[in-house]
């Protein structure tokens, strides 16, 4: 798998490539005044108006912002909100300057100078004379034709003054009045295309899924006696078809044939072919050629019911992504492009929004290669273009991405950013005819069909759905703002979208932390505190919880089954939620493992059976079984896993469940040994003490809590002052002791909620906690006990159930396994981003060991649906942090709480507005559970790692 992937991310950084670096000289070529990339860049001299660095010549590396550079000052697009109207953004100006020399052959060629983008308006020179207009606006790619202003073979200069704020203030507020980290500067590449006299200049593909093929071509200087050859490949290099078709004088033509048997273009099957376009004069000499790759697919809004690919209903499991990278800001390469589009591949997304700006090319290129499909957005936050300025940015977004078979809608502005008067002035350069989408925030702006209203809650979802008339596909919602929304609320929101026919999926907000490297605050990340910190990954792409979870949630492989039943016979209910795969082109693998013990010095586990199932055949949208037909180790193996594999041969996702884990624990725990000591017990007044196994517990008989612990190895351990109840106050009523041959027990009776605990210590040194609790009818947090034990005393945790990350009642997916993490204190969207976050609750426990500087100790539970918090942390910070913690630091539930939402200063707290499973637990009645510690580390060798020393032979 992993040869697969690397040989994918040198395909698609190929096929990037190739589009900037064409081998042959009747393409255009390609003359690099700057670097390709972030980090392939060209030294320019430079100049900085004010801020850092600034009054005197220096030199810029480009492309860059030149914030990061250490010139300039920096501003978040928000500091309008954060310090009132009476803000001013800082409003340098760069000016850039440097020499070149073009090649000899330029000569009699027509040439072309390329911004790919620049941050804001941006006024050029050769050779000391303006060569155009003043481009306004950051995220288009503009261009002037030079050929009368080089002079080749001698060195030209080329200055280039760049004005962070725009001189249009209708640019500012749609670019810079934002939620994002605002720069300046040339931050994607500068070059220059040499193309023959005659030659094609722009070409524009519709290629539909029946077929239908159409080429759009905009020639120069050609006339009747020239024609054009049209040749269609495969991606083998197999000629499809080739036709000739003559020119004329009017210099734009289009070309139109029908091609067979053609091989869509969708997210799940990202077939492309190579399309090249050659001008021929009548000699048959190619002149000029240009190629593109394709895709066929087409796409329709079917009103009333749903969006179509290819005559197929689909839905977006989407995110919105902007284009950053802590280092450099928007400056970026098609590897961190790459990456991006991998790790939304991982969380088995099928669609991207590419809020608040279209990206680099490299981006869409890799999106055509492996599958998305692509909202590209017109900027705009909240605040819409000028009608004048708008249509020259939306005819540089269309003219640049129109090929892209990824791209299926225009979306025109956020949030209140649309300029309606531009929605036509997308079809005009887009002979497709893609739809154009608005993407809102206030209800009534739905366009084509298509209401995408922000941030709904659960109910106001169902609301939506229940709309006959319009399909309803957020563009954002579940804002994952710390460790908020994202995954958290998403299960619920995923299944009403799926099983809702007016659904058209959504996208999540956002891909990742919009965390900057500040270069003026010795380089730390800078997230502007409750503005940028809404990832699902952190700004280095570090995995929060959300990820993990939301891999399993939006999986087009849908499992049923949580737990295994007692009389499990191999059948599993599974529904395929592809649009265009069947099962049956989805291998199936299922391993038998046995889970590492509390002793082992490593986590994980030991496979001891792999095998292949027979993938059923099910058809997109349908539901049938996989059936595992040999069951022969099901009752010698501790879990199960099954994993699916989809046709491109990656990992959809691995489901998991436990069978028989803990029997080699309780044998260990019913274990007497050869010279057993007698259990003691003294009761007194205040305090209670029982021995037995070597360890001494003491009592608090007021409250019956534990209060010190003796070990027979080492110092005491601080674990302590519980079990407390986690609602109201508990009052001991009774002490009793109970003895059964030579085992005695403690037992506390209480009143309140807590009815009653029992202490036990086996000969084996195992202490049993058995208690029970009632609670009247209605919702409850987080319903148990809790212990204290110092935070600062620990060292790493390692438990077997979910992990690797912590759960919350709304986001509890998680892989068995065994898992093991240092302590950290981080808090998601939060320097320094160490994930998995070592405090939290942890589900599913069926043991965990808490390793600390006073020694281990470990707890263990029979009975399943355990959920384990450690110490204190946060899911959403503000004044007041939620949700609000319970009493004491090491906490064992029956249930946890769910988890908002929060944007900004704004949060969601009441997480039941998500769903169902963001209500509390409800409860009603008594309940009880066994739990099983042990407070020194583990010396049986039934639990532990073969310790035996293995010498090699010697001679």
């Given at each position: 798998?992993?040869?697969?992937i690397?040989?994918?991310?040198?395909?698609?950084l190929?096929?990037?490539?190739?589009?900037i670096?064409?081998?042959?000289?009747?393409?255009?070529?390609?003359?690099?005044l700057s670097?390709?990339?972030n980090?392939?860049?060209?030294?320019?001299?430079?100049?900085?108006s004010?801020?850092?660095?600034?009054?005197?010549?220096?030199?810029?590396?480009?492309p860059?912002?030149?914030?990061q550079?250490?010139?300039?000052?920096?501003?978040?697009?928000?500091?309008?909100?954060t310090?009132?109207?009476?803000?001013?953004?800082a409003?340098?100006?760069?000016?850039?300057?440097?020499?070149?020399k073009?090649?000899?052959?330029?000569?009699?060629?027509?040439?072309?100078?390329?911004f790919?983008?620049?941050?804001?308006?941006?006024?050029?020179?050769?050779?000391?004379?303006?060569i155009?207009?003043?481009?306004q606006?950051?995220?288009?790619r503009?261009s002037?034709?030079?050929t009368d202003?080089?002079?080749?073979?001698n060195?030209?200069?080329?200055?280039?003054?760049?004005?962070?704020?725009?001189?249009?203030?209708?640019?500012?507020r749609?670019?810079?009045?934002?939620?994002?980290?605002?720069?300046?500067?040339?931050?994607?590449?500068?070059?220059?295309?040499?193309?023959?006299n005659?030659?094609?200049?722009?070409?524009?593909?519709?290629?539909?899924?029946?077929g239908?093929?159409?080429?759009?071509?905009?020639?120069?200087?050609?006339?009747?006696?020239?024609?054009?050859?049209?040749?269609?490949s495969?991606?083998?290099g197999k000629?499809?078809k080739?036709?000739?078709?003559?020119?004329?004088?009017?210099?734009?033509?289009?070309?139109?044939?029908k091609?067979?048997?053609?091989?869509?273009?969708?997210?799940?099957f990202?077939?492309?072919?190579?399309?090249?376009?050659?001008?021929?004069?009548?000699?048959?000499?190619?002149?000029?050629?240009?190629?593109?790759?394709?895709?066929?697919?087409t796409i329709?809004?079917?009103?009333?019911?749903g969006?179509?690919?290819?005559?197929?209903?689909?839905?977006?499991?989407?995110?919105?992504?902007?284009?950053f990278?802590?280092?450099?800001?928007?400056?970026?390469?098609?590897?961190?492009?790459?990456?991006?589009v991998?790790l939304?591949?991982?969380?088995?997304?099928?669609s991207?929004?590419?809020?608040?700006?279209?990206?680099?090319?490299?981006?869409?290129?890799?999106?055509?290669?492996?599958?998305?499909?692509?909202?590209?957005?017109?900027?705009?936050w909240?605040?819409?273009?000028?009608?004048?300025?708008?249509?020259?940015?939306?005819?540089?977004?269309?003219?640049?991405?129109?090929?892209h078979?990824?791209i299926?809608f225009?979306?025109n502005?956020?949030?209140g950013?649309?300029?309606?008067?531009?929605?036509?002035?997308?079809?005009?350069y887009?002979?497709?005819?893609?739809?154009?989408?608005?993407?809102?925030?206030?209800?009534?702006?739905?366009?084509?069909?298509?209401?995408?209203?922000?941030?709904?809650?659960?109910?106001s979802?169902?609301?939506?759905?229940?709309d006959?008339?319009?399909?309803?596909?957020?563009t954002e919602?579940?804002?994952?703002?710390?460790?908020?929304?994202?995954?958290?609320?998403?299960?619920?929101?995923?299944?009403?979208?799926?099983?809702?026919?007016?659904?058209?999926?959504?996208?999540l907000?956002?891909?990742?932390?919009?965390?900057?490297?500040?270069?003026?605050?010795?380089?730390?990340?800078?997230?502007?505190?409750?503005?940028?910190?809404?990832?699902?990954?952190?700004?280095?792409?570090?995995?929060?919880?959300?990820?993990?979870?939301?891999?399993?949630?939006?999986?087009?492989?849908?499992?049923?089954?949580?737990?295994?039943?007692?009389?499990?016979?191999?059948?599993?209910?599974?529904?395929?939620?592809?649009?265009?795969?069947?099962?049956?082109?989805?291998?199936?693998?299922v391993?038998?493992?046995?889970?590492?013990?509390?002793?082992?010095?490593?986590?994980?586990?030991?496979?001891?059976?792999?095998?292949?199932?027979?993938?059923?055949?099910i058809?997109?949208?349908?539901?049938?079984?996989?059936?595992?037909?040999?069951?022969?180790?099901?009752?010698?193996?501790?879990?199960l896993?099954?994993?699916?594999?989809?046709?491109?041969?990656?990992?959809?996702?691995?489901?998991s469940?436990k069978?028989?884990?803990?029997?080699?624990?309780?044998d260990?725990i019913?274990?007497?040994p050869?010279?057993?000591?007698?259990?003691?017990?003294?009761?007194?007044?205040?305090?209670?003490?029982?021995?037995?196994?070597?360890?001494?517990?003491?009592?608090?008989n007021?409250?019956?809590?534990?209060s010190?612990?003796q070990?027979p190895?080492?110092?005491?351990?601080?674990?302590?002052n519980g079990?407390?109840?986690?609602?109201?106050?508990?009052?001991?009523?009774?002490?009793?002791?109970?003895?059964?041959?030579?085992?005695?027990?403690?037992?506390?009776?209480?009143?309140?909620?807590?009815n009653?605990?029992?202490?036990?210590i086996?000969?084996?040194?195992?202490?049993?906690?058995?208690?029970?609790y009632?609670?009247p009818?209605?919702?409850?947090?987080?319903?148990?006990?809790?212990?204290d034990?110092?935070?600062?005393?620990?060292?790493?945790?390692?438990w077997?159930?979910?992990?690797?990350?912590?759960?919350?009642?709304?986001?509890n997916?998680?892989?068995i396994?065994?898992?093991q993490?240092?302590?950290?204190?981080?808090?998601?969207?939060?320097?320094?981003?160490?994930?998995?976050?070592?405090k939290?609750?942890?589900?599913d426990?069926?043991?965990?060991?808490?390793?600390?500087?006073?020694?281990?100790?470990?707890?263990v539970s029979?009975?399943?649906?355990?959920?384990?918090?450690?110490?204190?942390?946060y899911?959403?910070?503000?004044?007041?942090?939620?949700?609000?913690?319970?009493?004491?630091?090491?906490?064992?539930?029956?249930?946890?709480?769910?988890?908002?939402?929060?944007?900004?200063?704004?949060?969601?707290?009441?997480?039941?507005?998500?769903?169902?499973?963001?209500?509390?637990?409800?409860?009603?009645g008594s309940?009880?559970?066994?739990?099983?510690?042990?407070?020194?580390?583990?010396?049986?060798?039934?639990l532990?790692?073969?310790?035996?020393?293995?010498?090699?032979?010697?001679?």
């Amino acid at each position: 798998m992993y040869r697969r992937i690397s040989a994918m991310l040198s395909i698609a950084l190929l096929l990037c490539l190739s589009v900037i670096f064409p081998s042959k000289a009747q393409h255009t070529e390609k003359f690099f005044l700057s670097g390709t990339d972030n980090e392939n860049t060209e030294t320019w001299e430079f100049f900085c108006s004010s801020g850092r660095k600034s009054g005197f010549w220096s030199t810029i590396e480009v492309p860059s912002h030149w914030e990061q550079q250490g010139f300039g000052t920096y501003d978040y697009g928000r500091d309008y909100v954060t310090y009132g109207r009476s803000h001013e953004f800082a409003d340098e100006v760069g000016f850039y300057k440097r020499t070149f020399k073009l090649p000899s052959d330029y000569k009699g060629k027509s040439l072309e100078l390329v911004f790919e983008g620049s941050m804001t308006d941006t006024e050029v020179k050769i050779n000391g004379k303006s060569i155009g207009p003043i481009h306004q606006g950051s995220f288009y790619r503009f261009s002037y034709d030079i050929t009368d202003f080089v002079n080749i073979g001698n060195e030209n200069l080329i200055e280039v003054k760049v004005s962070k704020m725009s001189a249009n203030n209708s640019v500012n507020r749609a670019e810079r009045f934002a939620d994002y980290w605002i720069f300046g500067g040339i931050f994607r590449p500068v070059y220059i295309t040499a193309k023959p006299n005659q030659h094609i200049s722009h070409h524009a593909i519709v290629a539909e899924a029946n077929g239908n093929l159409e080429v759009h071509l905009e020639m120069q200087n050609v006339t009747a006696s020239n024609k054009i050859t049209a040749s269609l490949s495969d991606f083998d290099g197999k000629t499809i078809k080739e036709w000739t078709t003559a020119a004329n004088d009017e210099g734009n033509l289009i070309l139109k044939n029908k091609i067979e048997n053609v091989k869509t273009w969708n997210a799940e099957f990202p077939n492309l072919y190579q399309l090249k376009i050659s001008l021929k004069d009548n000699k048959n000499k190619t002149l000029h050629e240009v190629e593109e790759r394709i895709g066929f697919r087409t796409i329709e809004i079917k009103e009333g019911d749903g969006i179509y690919v290819n005559g197929v209903k689909v839905k977006m499991k989407g995110v919105n992504r902007h284009a950053f990278w802590p280092e450099t800001g928007r400056s970026l390469n098609p590897s961190l492009d790459l990456m991006d589009v991998m790790l939304m591949k991982e969380m088995n997304m099928n669609s991207v929004r590419t809020a608040h700006y279209p990206p680099d090319k490299s981006f869409l290129h890799i999106c055509d290669s492996l599958g998305l499909y692509v909202m590209d957005e017109l900027a705009g936050w909240q605040n819409a273009y000028d009608t004048e300025s708008g249509r020259v940015l939306v005819k540089e977004l269309v003219r640049r991405d129109v090929n892209h078979p990824s791209i299926i809608f225009w979306s025109n502005g956020n949030e209140g950013g649309t300029n309606k008067a531009l929605d036509g002035d997308f079809d005009l350069y887009d002979p497709s005819k893609r739809p154009v989408i608005h993407a809102h925030h206030r209800p009534g702006n739905e366009f084509n069909g298509i209401d995408t209203d922000h941030y709904e809650n659960y109910a106001s979802l169902q609301r939506k759905f229940a709309d006959s008339t319009l399909i309803y596909m957020p563009t954002e919602f579940l804002h994952a703002q710390d460790d908020g929304g994202g995954a958290a609320g998403l299960h619920d929101f995923w299944e009403l979208m799926w099983a809702s026919k007016m659904s058209g999926g959504g996208y999540l907000w956002v891909f990742s932390d919009e965390g900057l490297v500040r270069t003026d605050i010795g380089n730390k990340i800078d997230v502007n505190r409750v503005n940028a910190p809404d990832g699902l990954l952190g700004p280095h792409r570090q995995k929060e919880g959300s990820f993990y979870a939301i891999r399993e949630i939006f999986s087009p492989v849908k499992i049923f089954i949580e737990k295994l039943p007692e009389d499990f016979n191999g059948e599993i209910e599974v529904e395929n939620r592809y649009h265009f795969t069947n099962l049956s082109e989805v291998n199936f693998e299922v391993e038998w493992v046995k889970f590492r013990k509390p002793g082992d010095p490593i986590s994980g586990h030991e496979v001891i059976q792999k095998s292949s199932l027979e993938s059923p055949k099910i058809a997109p949208g349908e539901k049938g079984k996989i059936k595992i037909t040999d069951l022969t180790l099901l009752d010698e193996a501790e879990g199960l896993y099954l994993k699916a594999i989809d046709p491109h041969g990656e990992e959809v996702y691995k489901w998991s469940w436990k069978i028989n884990p803990l029997q080699a624990i309780f044998d260990a725990i019913t274990n007497s040994p050869q010279e057993k000591a007698k259990s003691e017990l003294t009761l007194s007044d205040s305090l209670t003490v029982i021995s037995a196994g070597g360890f001494t517990l003491t009592f608090d008989n007021s409250n019956g809590t534990l209060s010190r612990i003796q070990k027979p190895s080492g110092m005491d351990l601080s674990f302590g002052n519980g079990p407390i109840f986690t609602y109201g106050e508990q009052e001991v009523s009774n002490v009793e002791i109970l003895e059964e041959g030579e085992t005695k027990t403690l037992v506390f009776e209480y009143e309140g909620h807590l009815n009653q605990t029992k202490w036990t210590i086996h000969p084996s040194g195992w202490v049993e906690l058995n208690y029970t609790y009632t609670l009247p009818e209605g919702g409850y947090a987080y319903p148990g006990i809790s212990f204290d034990y110092p935070e600062s005393n620990v060292i790493s945790a390692k438990w077997l159930g979910k992990g690797p990350y912590r759960i919350w009642k709304n986001r509890n997916q998680g892989t068995i396994d065994v898992h093991q993490n240092l302590y950290n204190n981080t808090h998601a969207g939060s320097t320094p981003w160490d994930y998995p976050e070592f405090k939290g609750y942890f589900g599913d426990i069926s043991w965990m060991e808490i390793n600390t500087a006073q020694g281990k100790f470990y707890v263990v539970s029979e009975k399943e649906g355990l959920n384990v918090r450690l110490f204190d942390f946060y899911g959403m910070a503000g004044p007041i942090s939620h949700p609000e913690l319970p009493k004491g630091d090491i906490s064992f539930f029956d249930g946890i709480p769910s988890l908002g939402s929060k944007l900004a200063l704004g949060i969601t707290s009441n997480a039941a507005v998500y769903g169902p499973q963001g209500e509390k637990n409800a409860m009603n009645g008594s309940y009880s559970r066994t739990l099983y510690f042990y407070f020194d580390i583990i010396k049986d060798p039934t639990l532990s790692h073969d310790k035996t020393n293995r010498f090699p032979n010697e001679d």
